[in-house]
């Protein structure tokens, strides 16, 4: 349980006033009273900094031997300790689920990522109260609390103006949260929460804007205020970075640093970075590289032009990477100016899966693209090399870096089986805490392991009832028993893996695993049945990198943990399997809630704004019409209508005065259809007609727009969005924010000069599914 505050005041006649009996209504005070006091943690708690950085890759820093150098992490696990076996879930938003509960990732409802969720418990994507986080746990124990960055833990269908705002940063235990909700946000442009308020940068890429460079600005603040208020008061700061998921937005001088530096390719790069991680000694020496990913193309099955847009895509990784650290190091600076930094516990997870391959074998400057299972066109990629980084492209490099990222382990994110998605860099720094400077550790931990790590720090106990609500016993075990003792028996021997269908089980040194699907490949190809899946046995005390498949040589004990996988899995919600990825991100196909699932017409006033995909109309893959009410004056310009922005997209807006509807797919096909004439002086109703051709998901459309009553243009879609238009972006009244879906106006002061009334959209009743999506939907939901 929670403590709660219940000294009682100690009678002192010299400072206190005892009233009359009169005074109190004939009852006699007998003891003086003392101001009510906040509820502090026990002497000596630490601050808790924790700082996440997305889709890192264990070989990418410097601190693990990787390319990108990363002078703040250097710095920190040359004070503090390094784990070289330290394990995340293989995806965002359970990793993040998994850190703040102390859980696993199912036993929360976080069995995939937010956007993905289904009817399934372990896949629900709702945090039950049971398992209160982190936050919550320290904010009740007297800790100021505040999250700055990525969330990604709610429901995509709650992150809307309505509400409920339970599940939001501030509704899970934080008293401050400045960031952005979702799985990915455009670094030029973003679209962020204070609180819950939608905000802003006032400033642009023009003006030298960044978000890594914003986030931080705003953590600094945030402790200094909280040091500066309540300096006996300790703190939890939590900063998730959106670098280096994609988008890879980095400045140009960044990225210059690198230049010529991959040229050798991503063969060259894993040895180089293995004999380094044997040299810093998070790898034994005898280690081997773990066997290449089947399908990939190594460097020299490249061309030319492959290898000169590979070798780029990498050094804006790179540059991405180092620039985030350096921001990071700027809070760091901040802790020891203020004096804080030796007694902040602060944990630099370098990752929260492994190196994302969803760039496919080729990488793409339009992420959606490859999301879609659409590859991109190399020699245009080639012509746009100069651009790598800025706010003209989202881009992700190819598979092969990836694969370097993760060196010395086989795989990427999502896949939960072998280790190139799950195995992460961690440096723990704690001056006060910890004796031990610059040493590595090679106990196996795992993410839910982070929570009672703090709590112990802290001298705080799992709390077994936090508001009212008995909880769930938390699954982790703290790290601190090693930090100063390289010799401690390790306090975790078993653990469960399983991601969109790949799964694996990890028990006193041994892995049994399955890979079942490939990362980039995120459109359903066709039934997998996951007993055709092969499983894969290694023996990680002889074989670290699980190099050396044992499944033929040791076939009772490979059966043995198969089995021991079925309990696991069995306990913490992980059944019924679900191998979907993009299909799973339109809620029509993953069968969960649907905010306006039913209503066939709904109407947004003159300022509705910051609708996500989620939150705004279902518009993929039916028939509907979107009618917009106006007043405006001859020649009057800008949006009416929008959703989406750059690299996903639709927009109704006017220009020259002449109403126009733009189509973005993945930010490579634009379509535009124009009126015939300028639009008067006056009351006006704009209607643009979606006639859908009732095909598969993303099948063709017609276009018509009608303004009062006649029709002024038509035009033809040859294929639509079928399960996302953007991840970052969000539909809005009367303006286009974040990223323009179209060059017709520009970012930001693209406003409509007139006045709109009202939106209406009138929507087909039903989604129009094909037969393959209709009938796994319906599987999922009757397994």
């Given amino acids: 349980m929670l403590p709660v505050d219940v000294r009682t005041a100690t009678s002192d006649a010299r400072a206190t006033v005892q009233p009359t009996v009169a005074a109190t209504g004939g009852v006699p005070l007998t003891q003086a009273r003392e101001p009510i006091r906040p509820v502090r943690p026990p002497a000596g708690a630490p601050n808790v900094l924790v700082v996440l950085v997305d889709d890192m890759g264990f070989g990418a820093s410097s601190a693990y031997g990787g390319p990108c150098r990363m002078p703040t992490a250097d710095r920190l696990a040359g004070g503090g300790v390094r784990m070289s076996r330290f394990h995340v879930t293989a995806l965002c938003s359970p990793t993040r689920a998994a850190l703040m509960t102390g859980r696993n990732h199912h036993s929360v409802g976080m069995g995939v990522t937010s956007e993905m969720s289904t009817l399934e418990p372990g896949y629900s994507g709702y945090r039950p109260a049971s398992a209160a986080t982190m936050a919550q746990i320290l904010g009740g124990n007297g800790y100021s609390t505040a999250a700055f960055g990525k969330w990604h833990q709610t429901p995509p269908v709650e992150v809307n103006a309505s509400g409920p705002f339970t599940r939001w940063p501030t509704g899970e235990g934080f008293d401050a949260f400045y960031g952005f909700m979702g799985a990915e946000m455009n670094h030029w442009y973003p679209q962020l929460y204070d609180g819950t308020t939608p905000v802003e940068p006032v400033r642009t890429p023009a003006d030298g804007y960044h978000l890594s460079e914003d986030l931080v600005d705003h953590a600094v603040d945030w402790v200094r205020t909280q040091q500066a208020l309540t300096p006996d008061k300790p703190f939890f700061a939590y900063l998730a970075l959106g670098a280096t998921h994609a988008p890879f937005h980095v400045p140009r001088a960044w990225v210059d640093r690198y230049e010529g530096r991959f040229d050798a390719g991503w063969d060259a790069q894993r040895e180089a970075t293995l004999r380094r991680q044997q040299q810093l000694g998070i790898v034994p020496t005898g280690a081997d590289l773990a066997p290449w990913a089947a399908g990939v193309p190594h460097w020299d099955e490249l061309d030319p032009v492959e290898r000169r847009v590979a070798a780029r895509f990498m050094e804006t990784y790179a540059g991405f990477a180092e620039h985030a650290d350096h921001h990071v190091g700027r809070l760091v600076a901040a802790l020891e100016e203020m004096g804080v930094l030796?007694?902040?516990l602060l944990l630099y997870l370098l990752g929260d899966n492994g190196a994302s391959g969803e760039g496919g074998p080729l990488g793409t400057l339009r992420e959606h693209l490859v999301g879609h299972g659409i590859a991109d066109d190399t020699a245009s990629m080639d012509e746009a090399r100069d651009s790598f980084g800025d706010e003209t492209t989202y881009g992700i490099y190819p598979v092969g870096w990836a694969l370097a990222m993760n060196t010395p382990y086989q795989w990427t994110k999502q896949v939960a089986s072998h280790y190139g998605g799950t195995r992460d860099g961690l440096v723990v720094h704690w001056p006060n805490g910890i004796a031990a400077r610059g040493v590595v550790r090679h106990q196996w931990h795992h993410v839910i392991d982070v929570l009672p790590t703090v709590l112990e720090a802290a001298g705080l106990p799992h709390p077994t009832l936090v508001n009212g609500v008995d909880q769930q016993v938390i699954e982790g075990t703290s790290m601190?028993?090693?930090?100063?003792?390289?010799?401690?028996?390790?306090?975790?021997?078993?653990?469960?893996?399983?991601?969109?269908?790949?799964?694996g089980i990890y028990h006193e040194g041994w892995t049994a695993v399955t890979r079942h699907g490939t990362p980039w490949l995120m459109v359903d190809a066709g039934d997998r049945p996951f007993e055709d899946d092969v499983w894969e046995l290694y023996d990680t005390t002889t074989d670290w990198t699980q190099a050396h498949d044992l499944a033929d040589a040791d076939p009772e004990r490979l059966a043995a943990l198969r089995e021991l996988f079925v309990i696991e899995a069995g306990r913490h919600q992980v059944f019924p399997l679900d191998d979907r990825v993009t299909e799973r991100e339109n809620p029509a196909v993953a069968g969960r809630l649907d905010l306006h699932h039913g209503r066939t017409s709904i109407e947004?006033?003159?300022?509705?704004?910051?609708?996500?995909?989620?939150?705004?109309?279902?518009?993929k893959n039916r028939s509907h019409t979107v009618t917009v009410r106006l007043e405006a004056t001859e020649g009057d310009d800008g949006v009416l209508v929008a959703q989406g922005g750059r690299f996903g997209g639709w927009s109704l807006y006017c220009r020259g005065g002449r109403p126009a509807y733009a189509y973005n797919l993945h930010g490579r096909d634009l379509t535009t259809v124009r009126a015939e004439r300028v639009l008067g002086t006056g009351r006006h109703e704009v209607r643009m007609r979606?006639?859908?051709?009732?095909?598969?998901?993303?099948?063709?459309?017609?276009?018509?727009?009608?303004?009062?009553?006649?029709q002024v243009g038509t035009g033809e879609l040859p294929a639509t969005t079928a399960f996302y238009f953007a991840f970052d972006e969000t539909l809005n009244v009367g303006v286009d924010r974040g990223s323009p879906v179209t060059d017709d106006y520009p970012a930001r002061d693209n406003a409509f000069q007139g006045t709109v009334h009202a939106v209406r959209f009138d929507l087909d009743p039903q989604s129009q599914l094909g037969a393959q999506a209709r009938a796994r939907l319906t599987r999922m939901v009757n397994d």
């Fill in 690 to 710: 979606f006639d859908y051709a009732g095909g598969p998901p993303g099948d063709a459309a017609r276009i018509t727009l009608v303004v009062d009553g006649e």
């Fill in 480 to 503: 601190c028993y090693c930090f100063d003792d390289p010799d401690a028996a390790e306090r975790r021997t078993t653990q469960y893996f399983e991601m969109v269908g790949n799964r």
């Fill in 342 to 344: 030796e007694d902040t």
């Fill in 604 to 619: 947004l006033g003159p300022h509705t704004g910051r609708l996500t995909e989620e939150a705004a109309p279902n518009l």
